[in-house]
């Protein structure tokens, strides 16, 4: 099946999950998430109305941004940064992105807002959080989201739009509700502290329609869109 075709499924996936979630498809955001795709796919994508992608590693990034602008100046992709952030990698980030999802320390939001070009819109910025259960040395723990939480929505070239999660994979339907929910009561309590975000970046090509029943604003989905990716290439 073609890049479209999969697209129009997930689309049609995104809407269901909404629907039965009684919240409007719109409220759902798809990122298509591009890495080790190349720029065609990125084209081929747009061309069939995707707008926002998602890219992990930074200098794979650059170079398909900059093979798309040059072969096609027309298209205005939204562009999120979706992979960990290394300090000394923050200003090409800060430059080329208007998303950002896996922050998760003061220091790298302090070098965001700093290096963010002052002519460019804020940076859109997700707070990675660490929910229970899962591994990944990544992700402020919930303890200390909200010091973070208040230190990063006073920067003055940043906007705390939300949180993020990556759970650990499971098949289980049920199972992957927990950390959804987890992600959603911390936005809440984040509120109650006088912090208000719009958005919940959670939810990937298996676990979606989990994710979406628990309020995701932003799905990122690459597999179902793209295909199995080849990481040898
Ligand atoms: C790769 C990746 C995705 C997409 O995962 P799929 O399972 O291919 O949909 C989403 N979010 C993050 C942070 C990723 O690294």
């Avoid at 200098?59 to 952030?85: N, V, Y």
Wanted: glycine letters at 6%; proline letters at 6%.
């Amino acid at each position: 099946m073609s890049i479209s075709a999969h697209l129009d499924q997930v689309r049609q996936a995104i809407a269901a999950a909404a629907r039965a979630a009684a919240r409007p498809p719109e409220s759902v955001l798809l990122i298509a998430v591009s890495k080790t795709f190349g720029p065609d796919a990125v084209i081929t994508a747009a061309d069939a109305g995707q707008r926002a992608f998602g890219e992990n590693y930074l200098q794979e990034a650059l170079d398909k941004k900059l093979a798309i602008s040059e072969a096609r100046p027309d298209l205005a992709l939204e562009w999120h940064f979706i992979g960990p952030i290394q300090s000394n990698k923050t200003r090409p980030i800060a430059e080329n992105f208007d998303w950002v999802h896996a922050v998760d320390r003061e220091k790298i939001a302090q070098r965001l807002s700093d290096q963010r070009p002052a002519d460019l819109p804020p940076l859109q910025i997700c707070l990675q959080v660490n929910v229970s259960g899962e591994d990944s040395k990544s992700g402020v723990s919930p303890d200390d989201l909200l010091p973070l939480a208040r230190a990063v929505s006073v920067m003055p070239h940043l906007q705390l739009r939300g949180l993020m999660a990556i759970p650990e994979p499971t098949e289980d339907a049920e199972r992957q509700r927990a950390p959804f929910i987890q992600l959603r009561q911390l936005a809440q309590q984040l509120r109650e502290a006088g912090i208000d975000t719009d958005t919940l970046s959670m939810g990937m090509s298996a676990d979606m329609v989990a994710a979406i029943a628990e309020g995701a604003t932003m799905v990122r989905i690459g597999t179902a869109i793209f295909g199995q990716r080849d990481y040898a290439k």
